[in-house]
């Protein structure tokens, strides 16, 4: 397209004042929901240089067969007024406006919704938006709802580099004025009012919010509870921080840390309490081979093409610590609503220094939550690499060889017994949920692990 950006941003404009808002409190005072447009037009395959913005698509939609499974994709803008606020908790700025964006994945049919809805804080890490966190299969399976928010500069920017008719108008800096990603505290709470109020549900009620982010977002999330929420009214109910930090103030809603075994480098750990649970799961990484595999057509599609990477040994962990953080997100819903603490979990081991973690002698870690892949493994896969750029999260998948593998299950039907009881372990310790271990099972049969 030849149009300059102005005209873009121009019709982009015009566009959006086409369309009604489903939400349109008097004010942004605290505690009232954010003003809400949307859904907005457009859905892939679609071209993202168009001048109107019906021709464009969400920014990294989900290629998941949603609508087969009963669930729609929607995109919103929500505007309001944020306050703005340190990394030390002091408030630097009040009433400042923004406008940003959020993805919803939801049941198309309340008959369909459990109620809960979890609230995901878009990871930036690479540049622009990730739902790192997003997982069909336990979201649609559950009946949940996904809400991804964009709260931070850098996604923002690329989203409207990316499509001016989409996104030429969104801003979370105040105009420039805050580029620390000060407002981004109260842009994440702003956004879980609005689903809160239904505003971006479709009308949908959500009984139970849990804000949920991972690495760089669990990170910003901590800053939220530990020095922000205590200055707020609460908006979320339980929090789930992922492959990341976790708050050290004890709050009165429930905390859920899940660590993959690159995220645990000290024996040195704080201990679970009545509103703190921490899990680690041996064998996983920091960014695993499912994540890879599900984000590389999308970057195909969305960015021209996937990152290619020369670690040091060969990346991406198998396993699935997806299934784990499913699990924990159920545990956490259960803890909300009904006050039944998560089941705790032993922690990876460690050498008397404290800093190297203990393993076997194929090299896999001791100690951690122990699912079939690793428990009953055909290959090395450990939470450590170091090469290029993010190598060092992405762990090591190393397949065994023949002999070893004779060695390890000189039966027939061996193997497949040693998922079976390992998997029927991590379930009945609930770690696991027993649709992940039947896909497991499905696995180990079919020779796809």
């Given amino acids: 397209m030849s149009s300059s950006p102005w005209r873009r941003l121009g019709l982009a404009a015009a566009v959006l004042g086409l369309l009604l808002p489903t939400s ?15 859904p907005l037009p457009g859905a892939v395959p679609g071209d993202r240089l168009a001048d109107r913005i019906e021709d464009t698509y969400p920014f990294f939609a989900t290629p998941d067969d949603l609508a087969a499974a009963g669930y729609v994709e929607e995109e919103f803008h929500v505007s309001g007024t944020a306050d703005g606020w340190s990394v030390d908790g002091t408030k630097v700025a009040t009433g400042v406006p923004y406008t940003t964006r959020v993805v919803v994945r939801r049941p198309a049919h309340a008959r369909q919704f459990t109620g809960t809805t979890l609230v995901e804080w878009q990871n930036v890490t690479a540049g622009y938006d990730l739902d790192a966190l997003w997982n069909a299969e336990s979201v649609v399976r559950a009946g949940h709802a996904w809400v991804g928010v964009s709260a931070q500069r850098v996604g923002v920017d690329q989203l409207k580099t990316w499509s001016p008719a989409r996104y030429g108008s969104l801003d979370v800096t105040g105009g420039g004025r805050f580029t620390a990603d000060e407002l981004s505290y109260d842009v994440f709470t702003q956004a879980g009012r609005a689903v809160e109020s239904g505003a971006v549900m479709g009308g949908l009620r959500t009984r139970t919010l849990l804000a949920i982010g991972a690495s760089q ?22 929090y789930g921080f992922i492959v990341g930090t976790a708050p050290t103030r004890v709050g009165a809603e429930p905390v859920f840390q899940v660590l993959s075994e690159t995220d645990v480098r000290t024996a040195q ?11 680690e799961v041996a064998g996983a990484a920091h960014s695993g081979y499912q994540g890879q595999a599900y984000r590389e057509p999308i970057s195909e599609r969305d960015l021209g093409g996937a990152p290619r990477y020369e670690c040091d040994r060969p990346p991406f962990s198998r396993i699935p610590m997806h299934h784990v953080t499913a699990a924990a997100y159920d545990h956490l819903r259960r803890w909300v609503e009904r006050g039944t603490p998560p089941p705790t979990a032993r922690p990876l081991e460690f050498e008397p220094d404290g800093v190297t973690k203990k393993r076997d002698a194929l090299g896999l870690a001791l100690g951690g939550i122990r699912l079939s892949q690793l428990a009953a493994p055909r290959a090395l896969n450990t939470g450590d690499n170091s090469g290029e750029t993010f190598c060092r999260l992405f762990g090591t998948h190393v397949p065994f060889d023949a002999a070893t593998l004779a060695r390890l299950y000189p039966e027939r039907g061996d193997y497949v017994r040693q998922v079976v009881a390992v998997d029927a372990a991590a379930v009945r310790a609930g770690y696991l949920q027993p649709a992940d271990a039947r896909q497991n099972l499905t696995d180990a049969l079919g020779g796809t692990r």
């Fill in 217 to 238: 977002s669990a990170g910003r999330m901590t800053v939220l509870y530990d020095r922000v929420l205590p200055q707020q009214q609460p908006v979320f109910d339980g």
């Fill in 24 to 38: 349109l409190p008097a004010s942004a005072a605290p505690g009232s929901p954010p003003r809400v447009v949307g």
């Fill in 269 to 279: 750990r704080p201990a679970d309490t009545d509103r703190f649970r921490r899990w």
